[in-house]
């Protein structure tokens, strides 16, 4: 008998077809994160002016929540039986985040970290969506918990904007 990726989704006894969706969503908010997760490195490279230690910090935070984030979805997309993306070109072909070059305005950077933040938080929710839709709860566990960690930073952002 030969094994097909929706017969691997069936390890966990849900339904081949709604995990092929929920991978699918999750390789786009992987895609997501990838380049959110650069355009953040950036801006902690980049950032100039008087509130450039307290961002270069809260940047780095960011990216690094961010890179664990990456690697526990990454995980869970090989658990629920299929594969995550792994290439530039395919983030760019599935994300609706834009490269962000040349930012070193500390107030620009939080003003792209927020709408960032915000995006993360819509695909979050196709994600999950499509996870409980599976009756995935797992996935759409950790979504859920993840959604929660980037809402509170978009809005401790949006306080350091004000």
């Known amino acids: ?41 950036g801006f902690h490279w980049n950032v100039k002016g008087e509130n450039f230690f307290d961002l270069h910090v809260k940047f780095e935070e960011l990216y690094t929540q961010v890179y664990e984030n990456i690697d526990e979805m990454a995980e869970r997309i090989v658990t629920i039986g299929f594969k995550p ?48 839709e599976a009756d995935d709860i797992a996935t759409a566990d950790m979504l859920t918990k993840f959604v929660g960690d980037i809402e509170k930073r978009m809005w401790m952002f949006t306080m350091f904007s004000k």
């Open 1 to 41: 008998m030969t094994t097909t990726k929706a017969t691997l989704a069936n390890h966990l006894k849900l339904d081949a077809k709604a995990m092929k969706n929920v991978s699918d969503k999750m390789n786009d908010l992987l895609s997501d994160y990838h380049i959110f997760y650069q355009n953040v490195r």
């Open 85 to 132: 993306l792994h290439a530039y070109s395919d983030y760019l072909k599935n994300t609706i985040h834009k490269e962000i070059t040349d930012i070193s305005d500390g107030e620009e950077c939080v003003k792209h970290v927020i709408d960032g933040l915000g995006i993360l938080a819509q695909s979050h929710r196709k994600a999950a969506k499509a996870a409980e």
